[in-house]
């Protein structure tokens, strides 16, 4: 999908059937059975808001009315055309600063970043969703922690640094990884990280770091580089280094860097983001297509439309 598609695809009158085709919207079926009353059958019925209808139960003791936008993760709480939402979505997935966007689409600055704040956070529970122990046995994982120094300049001559420690690790075959921000590179801290993110019997390949030593007692296989004395690699294997794990780092760095200028406290949430960006695009170059269904992802599903199907 290209801008100059999706510019015909909303000019084109099609907004609705496309959110429903991708999954981003869930309204209940004409005539299925209310999941307030469950005897009422849901009918379509005017509205003044888009799609220009709702739906609502015909048993009179109950009527609720289900809004379509409320059956959305979405567009829950959204007051912006849905065709401008896409298009939001779209210079988001592109990578467009919130000044690009509102310059693309002529929407409010603020709008633009509480939105993007919102897609943010969808990769944030994307993060939650998808987490899974990596590695195995044949498996090599490269660790290691790096620190991101945040500094604030204030108006006086103090200025106070915050640093934030990340501890990661990436599986050389499959590129899957994990990242946690951690309060120091202590062992207790590390190691109860490697125990729940790495399968034992894995391979891991670190820097010499003292909190690394004994990690063989765990139940893994381990080689370290000496960084301290200048080593890139390992002098006895030149395949035993990290240099898969510090390129991720320079990686989010960069995607931090370039992201910095809005600010919005959660340095969480953009690391979801660079974490899911990432692994996106391994699968599906198409990051338009891969953030719809992200969204898609968190549209709530109700068993009660399953079990009416059923008897249907
Ligand atoms: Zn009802």
Known sequence: MNLRALIGLID???VYDYFLN???INPPEEGSLCRNCGTGKMNKQKCDSFPGFEFRCRNHQCRQRIKISSTSWLLYNVKLPWSTILLIIY???M????????HEIKCNKNTITSFFSKLRYATHLYCILHSKTIGGPGHIIEIDETCMVKRKY???????SMHTWYFGGIDRTTRDF????????????LVPIIRSMIIQGTTI?????????????EGYYHDAVNHSIGEFVNPDDHSINTQLIESTWSGLKR?????GEHKDGNIGNYMSEYYWRRKRKLEDPDMFQAALQLLASLVPQSDEYEEFEETQ
């Open 22 to 24: 991708k999954g981003l």
């Open 205 to 217: 390949y670190s820097d010499s770091w003292s909190s690394y030593k004994k990690l063989c007692d």
């Open 255 to 259: 995607f931090m860097k370039k992201k």
């Open 178 to 189: 994990f990242i946690v921000q951690v309060p120091d590179r202590k062992k207790k801290t």
């Open 12 to 14: 084109g009158d099609l």
């Open 91 to 93: 210079c988001w997935s």
């Open 154 to 160: 204030n108006r006086g001559r103090y200025t106070e």
């Open 95 to 102: 990578q467009y600063t919130t000044s690009q966007a509102e």
